[in-house]
């Protein structure tokens, strides 16, 4: 289980190693430099590695802003799968991922600016 160390607009820190572009973690690796098909619109594409994965859960990061989308089609992809989706803005999501990924199989995608 990879833990967050700390965020701030732009930069998060995830055991001592800071990344500076949009993420997703995975439990015991991080994937930097993930981009999604359109930009802050997250579609059920963006989230098929993760998927395979088979996570309980994935917390997703929306921006210091809120402003990435989760679209209803992707919500309605992640359930099928019978996986629970939480969306927040990013520091919310990264403390929400904090507290659950020693209990539960959690992925974390963050979105780290706006």
Request: proline share 4%; with cysteine.
């Amino acid at each position: 289980m990879m833990k967050i160390d700390s965020y701030q607009s732009g930069e998060i820190v995830i055991e001592g190693r800071r990344y500076t572009s949009d993420l997703i973690i995975f439990p015991h690796r991080v994937e930097s430099n993930w981009w999604r098909m359109r930009g802050h619109q997250l579609l059920p594409q963006d989230l098929e590695e993760v998927v395979r994965q088979r996570p309980e859960m994935i917390i997703v990061g929306t921006g210091e802003s809120d402003r990435m989308k989760v679209l209803p089609e992707t919500k309605q992809y992640v359930q099928q799968q019978g996986i629970e989706l939480i969306a927040q803005a990013t520091d919310q999501a990264c403390q929400t991922y904090n507290q659950l990924c020693s209990s539960r199989k959690v992925v974390g995608v963050f979105h780290l600016a706006c």
